[in-house]
């Protein structure tokens, strides 16, 4: 008898969710993805919707083409990892430029200036 590996058993719906997340941030329909990586669009669906178990090639080649952190989901137990909302932004941050930059350390530390001073 075959034993169930951790892969098999492992659910990738929190996952799948990730990658759908930062295809559309990306503006990358789900069949240009498809495409992309020579898949058929129902399975992308069914990886982002589903939970379905990609191979480790097609796993690897999502979370890498997002740059999608999976420690949390692997290591849900883990209370140092960083959040996912933590991990998004982080991943947004790398698609600005300088000045984008500077705009959104000015809008951080506005908001941390305003709970100091108790007005949020």
Do not use: C, W
Not at 15 to 39: F, H, N, P, V, W
Not at 80 to 101: F, G, H, I, P
């Amino acid at each position: 008898m075959m034993r169930e590996s951790i892969f098999e058993r492992f659910d990738f719906t929190s996952i799948g969710q990730a990658i759908k997340t930062a295809r559309s941030y990306q503006g990358i329909t789900r069949e240009k993805l498809a495409e992309m990586l020579d898949l058929a669009p129902r399975y992308i669906m069914a990886i982002e919707n589903q939970g379905q178990h990609p191979s480790f090639q097609v796993f690897y080649e999502l979370i890498t083409m997002f740059n999608i952190l999976v420690d949390q989901y692997l290591f849900p137990e883990n209370p140092e990892l960083e959040s996912v909302q933590r991990q998004n932004l982080y991943s947004l941050l790398d698609s600005l430029d300088e000045k984008d930059l500077i705009i959104i350390e000015s809008t951080v530390r506005g908001i941390i200036k305003a709970k100091t001073e108790g007005k949020i």
